[in-house]
């Protein structure tokens, strides 16, 4: 006889379960970084303005490409993508685009590669969703305030500043959401 716990282990034991997140950086310098755009509105200028805070403290060269917002990637649709020490997918500025993009970062974090995915507040839920759902809910990712869409270039580069300021916690190991607690 088999016997089913339809109980959900709590917050706490959910946090040390799970797939282990691929080895972590210790720095961003001479890495060779994947800025991968769902070409949703402002994804790609997101990423170069990411790309131009991150260059502020860090040599780095870059593997650009784009990833379909709707669907998990196909092991052959990542190319290069996986010689790259690291990855910033964008952006998660809807429902689909958050799940898909967290899962894809789920995927390379499996790979062995750290990820993060810049999403927006709103969708915070679904991501952390996602993650359980995954077995991967140790991931981090950067949170921005919505929307990234409809912005002009101003208040983008905030958004992508914002980012920035997370990513390297993200790729070194650091706890971001238990910091801001």
Same mark, same amino acid.
């Given at each position: 006889?088999?016997?089913?716990?339809?109980? $959900?282990p709590s917050d706490a034991?959910s946090a040390s379960a799970g797939l282990?997140?691929?080895?972590?950086?210790?720095?961003? @310098?001479?890495?060779?970084?994947?800025?991968?755009?769902? $070409? +949703?509105?402002?994804?790609?200028?997101?990423? @170069?303005?990411?790309?131009?805070?991150?260059?502020?403290? !860090?040599?780095?060269?870059?593997?650009?490409?784009? !990833?379909?917002?709707?669907?998990?990637?196909?092991? #052959?649709?990542?190319? &290069?993508?996986? &010689?790259? &020490?690291?990855? *910033?997918? /964008?952006?998660?500025?809807?429902? /689909?685009?958050?799940?898909?993009?967290?899962?894809?970062?789920?995927?390379?974090? +499996? +790979?062995?590669?750290? =990820?993060?995915?810049?999403?927006?507040?709103?969708?915070?839920?679904?991501? *952390?969703?996602?993650?359980?759902?995954?077995?991967?809910? =140790?991931?981090?990712?950067? *949170?921005?305030? #919505?929307? *990234?869409?409809?912005?002009?270039?101003? %208040?983008?580069?905030?958004? /992508? $500043? %914002?980012?920035?300021?997370?990513?390297?916690?993200?790729?070194?190991?650091?706890?971001?959401?238990?910091?801001?607690?």
């Amino acid at each position: 006889m088999i016997v089913l716990d339809p109980t $959900q282990p709590s917050d706490a034991d959910s946090a040390s379960a799970g797939l282990p997140l691929a080895p972590r950086l210790d720095t961003l @310098e001479g890495k060779s970084i994947g800025l991968w755009s769902n $070409q +949703k509105l402002n994804a790609s200028q997101l990423l @170069e303005f990411i790309r131009e805070e991150l260059a502020k403290d !860090y040599n780095f060269t870059i593997v650009p490409g784009i !990833y379909d917002p709707g669907r998990l990637m196909d092991e #052959h649709e990542w190319g &290069d993508l996986l &010689d790259c &020490d690291a990855v *910033i997918l /964008a952006n998660g500025d809807c429902g /689909a685009c958050s799940t898909s993009g967290i899962a894809n970062a789920i995927e390379m974090e +499996k +790979k062995g590669i750290p =990820a993060v995915l810049v999403s927006t507040t709103p969708f915070t839920d679904a991501v *952390i969703t996602t993650t359980r759902m995954s077995n991967m809910p =140790a991931i981090e990712w950067a *949170i921005v305030d #919505h929307p *990234i869409g409809s912005l002009d270039e101003t %208040h983008l580069r905030q958004r /992508a $500043q %914002h980012a920035a300021s997370q990513i390297p916690a993200v790729m070194f190991g650091e706890d971001l959401r238990a910091a801001a607690e």
